[in-house]
Nanobody
Framework: QVQLVESGGGLVQAGGSLRLSCAAS????????MAWFRQALGKEREFVAG????????YYTDSVKGRFTISTDNARNTVYLQMNSLKPEDTAIYYC????????????WGQGTQVTVST
């Protein structure tokens, strides 16, 4: 199993910044990709950003390109999401996820961290 623990959420004014962290532990060698998803109230969970643990360019959903940056610290088994120029529509619970290299599915999820952007 892989355990994921997010931190760094909170309340911020529009235009502000937050950095989310996700610490992975357990059988992390079973994973090949990390990602952030989010779910706003009353909406379905959506992909935000992802990155391969073996290198390569990160990828983002269109609505966050140029504002969010995903990065990893493999030595610390930690993935980050730097969020700049935040907008009220970014308000959501943000989840860290790890992709199982065997199933190619995001089988491992954190508990989520709330991000609220006020006007």
């Amino acid at each position: 199993q892989v355990q994921l623990v997010e931190s760094g959420g909170g309340l911020v004014q529009a235009g502000g910044s937050l950095r989310l962290s996700c610490a992975a532990s357990g059988r992390t060698f079973n994973t090949d990709n990390m990602a952030w998803f989010r779910q706003a109230l009353g909406k379905e969970r959506e992909f935000v950003a992802g990155v391969s643990l073996s290198g390569g360019n990160p990828y983002y959903t269109d609505s966050v390109k140029g504002r969010f940056t995903i990065s990893t610290d493999n030595a610390r088994n930690t993935v980050y999401l730097q969020m700049n120029s935040l907008k009220p529509e970014d308000t959501a619970i943000y989840y860290c996820a790890a992709r199982n290299r065997l199933t190619t599915q995001y089988d491992y999820w954190g508990q989520g961290t709330q991000v609220t952007v006020s006007t």
